[in-house]
DNA sequence: TGGATCGGACCATCAAGGGA
DNA sequence: CCCTTGATGGTCCGATCCAA
């Protein structure tokens, strides 16, 4: 007996990236958590129809908090999470950051859990470990090609009716034409970007993200569901991270063809995977498809994968 | 029931890019 | 020269397992 994830149960009606409802039956789920589309203008929100919470559901998941009362990011963090009594009289709970140190300790790295900036750190404290000392970071790469950018950010203004208010149709995305990948050149050279309307933008994918690009079954909420005549900029919208149900290794290995056809129709391209990707895996019989994969290099992180696509 | 584990959701940063 | 953006490299939430 599979378990299903608690959203699949709520049963909210789905759409694929054509705003295609998503059939019930279908074998691969729609995502389960969305990122936190960062947008500073609650508005724009209601214009993303994957991101709002689901109905009479109370949020559970800081995404579906945040998809209530956006905040901006890049902005100070702060801890308080939303009161409960607050939500309860309507008023939207307020929207925080997930606070995190600069840098933890090797024991709180170790085991993935909240360090804080004392040494010996809290969780050290209380569990009388010994060695609390700050674990080390990898300086950042230096001469990341990055190509030339799209156009240039213009200051955001809101000027427009917000698109969700428009009786039209969602625009339809603009397939780019494909890009030649040549096997040997550096990986900096391979990427595209995303770009919202004339913003540019990656979003981050984990490995169970795949079958959401794929063209059968697209469940992302990648930016034409976006309210495109009012576009936040990138000081308010950071990325996507997002990820679906778990996939079996076969159906992984399905996706993750399909994902490469269609990555390389529209321009998508694909990097070489991180060892540890690759090693996870092993028993796929389809040959693997190379990808790039997402940071998270804490000692027992997993790879994900970052995939850039030209919507523009 | 609480500690250990860990996938991946979530986050901060900072150099490249490019307009002025 | 300076702001914006692309992209990297991290933290730690919460689900799960298991011993006590
Ligand atoms: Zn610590
Ligand atoms: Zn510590």
Known sequence: ?????????????YYDRNWNPYPENARIQPPFAYTAVRSQNPEAW???PYLQPLTGDTPSTRNEMWAQNPVSPRTVSTNSPPSSEQHQRGIPPPRTKRAQVKNACTNC???????SDARPCERCRRYGLPDCV??????????????????????????????????????????????????NEPKSRLLQQVT?????????LTLDALPAL????????????????????SNELQSYDFSPTTQSPNDFAIHADQL?????????????ASPRFAQQYTPIQTPMVPFMGHAATAPNSPTGLRAFMELD
Do not use: W
């Not at 919202?196 to 981050?204: E, K, V």
């Not at 794929?214 to 900029?233: I, K």
């Not at 490469?260 to 070489?272: F, I, K, M, T």
């Open 1 to 13: 007996m599979e378990t299903q994830n608690v959203y699949a149960q709520a049963a909210p009606q």
């Open 46 to 48: 209601r214009s993303v």
């Open 109 to 115: 790295q170790q085991a993935c859990k909240k360090c």
């Open 134 to 183: 700050n674990s080390t970071r990898k300086p950042r790469a230096r001469g990341i090609k990055r190509g030339p950018y799209k156009r240039r950010m213009a200051p955001l203004v809101q000027t427009q009716n917000p698109s969700y208010l428009d009786p039209r149709p969602p625009p339809v995305p603009v397939i780019p034409s494909p890009v030649p990948v040549r096997p």
């Open 196 to 204: 919202l309307g004339h913003r540019s933008q990656a979003f981050d």
């Open 214 to 233: 794929t063209p059968l079954r697209a469940t992302t909420p990648v930016p034409q569901h976006f309210d495109l005549g009012n576009l936040p900029s």
């Open 260 to 272: 490469r056809q269609s990555l390389e129709q529209a321009g998508l391209v694909s990097c070489p």
